[in-house]
């Protein structure tokens, strides 16, 4: 009989609420922002959001590298800290290292729950990454909501988070199983395999821009101010909703070849927005994406191997994207305006979609061979 006590159960419910704690962080920090600015001046408005994408870099490499063994419990302290100090903070001299404290537990719970979820579900490890992704969602779509019931002041709902981090810490309980694949050193580097990476590079690329850029591009197409935040809403349940699919679907289908699927999903739903289709185009984009971190991350562990170290790649990868992507896009979009956005996104989409599917196959066949020390279940 299945109960609370059992491990997949605890995993599920706690893996879920870290990553609604984290889902809820990057919109609550575009909320904040002019908040803490009016309240404190314009000194480190621009610093925040740099110093928590340092933290989670920090928490990842520190994890790929074996510094620090991350844990489901040091993430969540981490995540309790940051949104404390977030929510108490007097002024920018807290709530910086309040930033990168929330930030090394955001990077910490993304690798350790995707991990966790990946291995310790058995058959169903892969949907349930998709699963786990999706419920990123939930914290993205109720913080707003959150902050408005709170007035318009960020404090309680940091406090807010703090407190569902600290009535799940107890609750948190160490993995079914101690992986016996942490070595001492360098983790395996070698053989071309972390060359999947740029991957997930375009795919945080597509994410990025799309979030971040893809309003003001449907805003310079002619579309209302109201209708975009519709579509935006759009965007994000398709999101949502692919990623819950993935539940149902990842088991049936290699991951890679899900992957690519989302590349070419993206690149004809940009291409309709291109073509004059720009609401249609640009909620079906969001499938597309959603779609991509998952399967590529259930794809890039048969590939990386066993060393558990190697869980974090995948995240690196994406940052790298996520930093790097906006960027560089931001010259050209100011250059040519941003609807140029839809069918540059929609070219290199389907460039790496058609480069996935052309390198499976060597890909695969890399990970297969004799260079591979992974050890047997």
């Known amino acids: 009989m ?6 997949p159960l605890r ?8 990553f609604i704690l ?26 925040v959001i740099g110093i928590h994408g340092l933290g989670c870099t920090i ?11 991350l844990t489901l419990r040091l993430s969540f302290a981490l995540i309790l800290a940051g949104a404390l100090g977030l929510g108490l903070a007097p002024g920018w001299g807290g709530i910086l290292p309040a930033a990168l404290v929330t930030g090394l537990g955001y990077g910490a719970i993304s690798v350790v729950v995707n991990r966790r979820f990946l291995t310790e579900f058995g058959a169903r490890g892969p949907g349930m990454v998709g699963l786990v992704n999706a419920i990123y969602g939930i914290g993205a779509i109720a913080a707003p909501p959150a902050l408005l019931l709170a007035g318009g002041r960020p404090a309680p709902v940091y406090l807010g988070l703090a407190v569902l ?40 690329v597509l994410e990025t821009g799309l979030s971040g850029y893809g309003p003001t591009a449907l805003l310079g197409l002619g579309l209302g101010a109201e209708r975009v935040a519709l579509l935006t809403s759009g ?51 969001g499938a597309g994406v959603g779609i991509q971190f998952p399967a590529f991350y259930v794809w890039a562990m048969h590939v990386l191997g066993g060393d ?15 930093t790097i992507g906006p960027l560089a896009l931001a010259p050209v979009l100011a250059a040519a305006g941003g609807p140029v956005l839809f069918p540059l996104l929609a070219g290199l989409s389907l460039l790496a979609g058609l480069a996935l599917l052309a390198t499976s196959r060597r890909i695969g066949a890399i990970a297969a061979g004799p260079l591979d020390k992974r050890p047997a279940a």
């Open 2 to 7: 299945t109960s609370f006590e059992s491990t």
């Open 11 to 18: 995993l599920l419910v706690t893996g879920g609420l870290g």
């Open 22 to 47: 984290i889902g809820a962080l990057p919109g609550l920090y575009g909320l904040a922002l002019p908040v803490w600015t009016e309240a404190h001046g314009a000194g480190g408005a621009g610093l």
């Open 59 to 69: 928490a990842v490499v520190s994890g790929l590298f074996g510094i620090v063994r």
């Open 165 to 204: 981090a600290l009535v799940t810490l107890p609750f948190v309980r160490p993995a079914l199983r101690r992986a016996a694949t942490v070595r001492p050193g360098l983790p395996p580097l070698h053989a071309g395999r972390m060359s999947i990476l740029a991957f997930i590079f375009v795919s945080a």
């Open 235 to 285: 965007f994000f349940v398709a999101f949502l909703a692919a990623r819950l699919m993935l539940y149902w679907v990842a088991h049936h289908l290699r991951p890679e070849h899900l992957m690519a699927a989302g590349f070419l999903i993206t690149a004809f739903a940009l291409g309709l927005a291109a073509a004059g289709q720009p609401e249609a185009g640009f909620i079906a984009a």
């Open 308 to 322: 558990e170290r190697m869980s974090s790649a995948p995240l690196l990868g994406g940052l790298a994207g996520a």
